[in-house]
């Protein structure tokens, strides 16, 4: 005979309703309540607006790669010119086209330098004031130090750079401040040469110096092209991301309890 009492008869399974679910997202449990911060004036920005800032860009790197579009232009011309005699209109247009694109290049490279000056003197402002300190460096400084060829290559970056470590973005932007710096030194000695080199008058040094104030056009305007990333890095906001919160509820639908093994 087989011992102990007969195995219990398995219990049906009963059909479950549907997966519990809210029909809106509840609000208990996901409050956070955060203790009221201390009211702190925030200083007043009263740079340049960024709209302005890419807009000015925007027109300088144009009138830069026209510049330099047009000089190469000139070269070919000057080169037609060894062998075929050119039509006087198309030599003067090839002429006085550059020098008109010349004029704005400059007057444009000139604005974007005073707005890019006016965006980092009020940001070192609020930059200082939010660490509570006061700017060391007196503005007109700032301003002549900034404009002043030459001279600028050797004190713009070092602005940035403690504008940079104010904010405590220096670990972030370094590369982008050196790679700047490196692409506008290469600018200034091409703009250089290129001066240096004008005052020619023969057929081949008219051409060399046509070259070399190409060359210094590009390298003008990735020169400012980097200045762009190293404006973007200070002003460009950070991917926030949402976070996504769980929360541990108790299903309203029992859960079965798992059948006993019946005795062996």
């Given at each position: ?6 195995p ?6 009963r059909?479950?309703g ?6 809106q997202t ?45 000089h ?14 050119l039509?006087?209109w ?8 550059g020098?008109?694109a010349s ?17 980092l ?5 609020v ?16 301003r002549?130090?900034s ?26 932007l370094?590369r982008?401040?050196i ?18 080199t004008?005052f020619?008058?023969d ?9 070399t104030t ?6 003008g ?9 190293v ?7 950070a ?8 929360v ?5 639908v ?11």
């Amino acid at each position: 005979m087989r011992p102990g009492a007969a195995p219990r008869a398995r219990q049906a399974y009963r059909e479950l309703g549907p997966t519990p679910h809210y029909g809106q997202t509840p609000q208990w449990g996901l409050r956070q309540e955060f203790a009221p911060e201390a009211a702190t004036s925030e200083p007043d920005r009263t740079g340049p607006s960024p709209t302005m800032v890419h807009t000015t860009m925007t027109v300088a790197m144009s009138a830069l790669a026209a510049a330099a579009l047009l000089h190469l232009i000139r070269y070919v011309l000057l080169l037609i010119n060894r062998t075929v005699l050119l039509n006087r209109w198309v030599a003067a247009a090839g002429t006085w086209l550059g020098v008109a694109a010349s004029v704005v290049a400059v007057f444009a490279v000139l604005a974007v330098a005073l707005v890019l000056i006016n965006w980092l003197i009020a940001r070192r402002l609020v930059a200082y004031e939010r660490a509570g300190d006061s700017e060391p460096r007196p503005r007109w400084w700032l301003r002549l130090a900034s404009l002043v060829p030459v001279l600028n290559l050797f004190w713009a970056p070092v602005f940035v750079m403690e504008l940079a470590t104010a904010e405590d973005r220096l670990p972030v932007l370094r590369r982008r401040i050196i790679t700047w710096w490196a692409v506008w030194a290469v600018a200034t000695l091409a703009a250089v040469w290129s001066i240096a080199t004008s005052f020619t008058s023969d057929p081949q040094g008219i051409a060399d110096n046509t070259i070399t104030t190409t060359i210094a056009y590009l390298a003008g305007l990735a020169a400012l092209v980097y200045a762009g990333k190293v404006y973007v890095g200070f002003e460009g906001s950070a991917d926030v991301r949402p976070g996504r919160r769980w929360v541990i509820t108790e299903s309203a639908v029992p859960v079965e309890e798992s059948p006993e093994e019946p005795a062996a």
